[in-house]
């Protein structure tokens, strides 16, 4: 890790991975512009994982300044194997299990989830947030541009399976086997 301890942007990460494992409840992550993998390798079974109560905000431009998540896009892609393949790409691309309140993912793309396989790994590949135990897990997506996955299960571009609301947000080019999208009185989606 070295001075890359993420406390300032001249001491930022090199990638998104290491911010995420000691990001904890109350903290916020800022994401400088550019394309981010979940993994250097080609197991298809890695993403990034959102810690419950953390707060994901990309479209800096590289070293800090005024946010602009149109110029500087903030990409996280599941797409580690072939360019021109998804079916070697990861089974999802963002996942978060029982988000506190506060969990936000705001200003990010994230495509290429290639959700083919069994179980969780079905569904959910361009944001998977799990967890039905407790009414007061909450999720906010704002801003976020979620395109280019596939789910053979439900949720192509997003599955969210507690409470969430979803703002502002452009989700467009996903596909599904089964499942559609089921408006219900805690999902809110002005400006999709």
């Known amino acids: 890790m ?5 406390t300032s942007w001249a001491t930022a990460f090199d990638s998104l991975q290491p911010a995420l494992k000691i990001a ?43 946010r602009d998540i149109e110029q500087y896009k903030t990409i996280l892609s599941a797409n580690i194997g072939s360019a021109t393949a998804d079916t070697d790409n990861t089974y999802h691309v963002l996942f978060c299990n029982m988000s506190a309140p506060g969990t936000e993912i705001n200003g990010l793309y994230l495509t290429g989830g290639y959700a083919d396989g069994g179980g969780n790994d079905a569904n959910g590949c ?13 999720v906010t997506i704002t801003d976020c541009r979620i ?20 703002y502002h947000c452009v989700i467009r080019d996903n596909r599904s086997k089964r499942g559609r999208w089921r408006p219900h009185a805690h999902r809110r989606c002005p400006g999709v």
């Not at 109350?26 to 512009?33: C, K, L, M, N």
């Open 126 to 138: 361009g944001i998977y947030v799990k967890d039905r135990t407790s009414r007061y897990y909450h």
């Open 24 to 66: 904890g409840n109350g903290d916020t992550v800022f994401i400088a512009e550019g394309t981010y993998l979940p993994t250097n390798t080609t197991d298809r079974t890695k993403f990034f994982n959102l810690p419950s109560g953390v707060r994901l905000m990309g479209g800096y431009p590289t070293g800090g300044g005024d």
């Open 2 to 6: 070295g001075t890359h301890n993420g």
């Open 147 to 166: 395109y280019g996955n596939y789910a053979a299960g439900g949720g192509g571009g997003i599955n969210i399976t507690q409470k969430g609301d979803i």
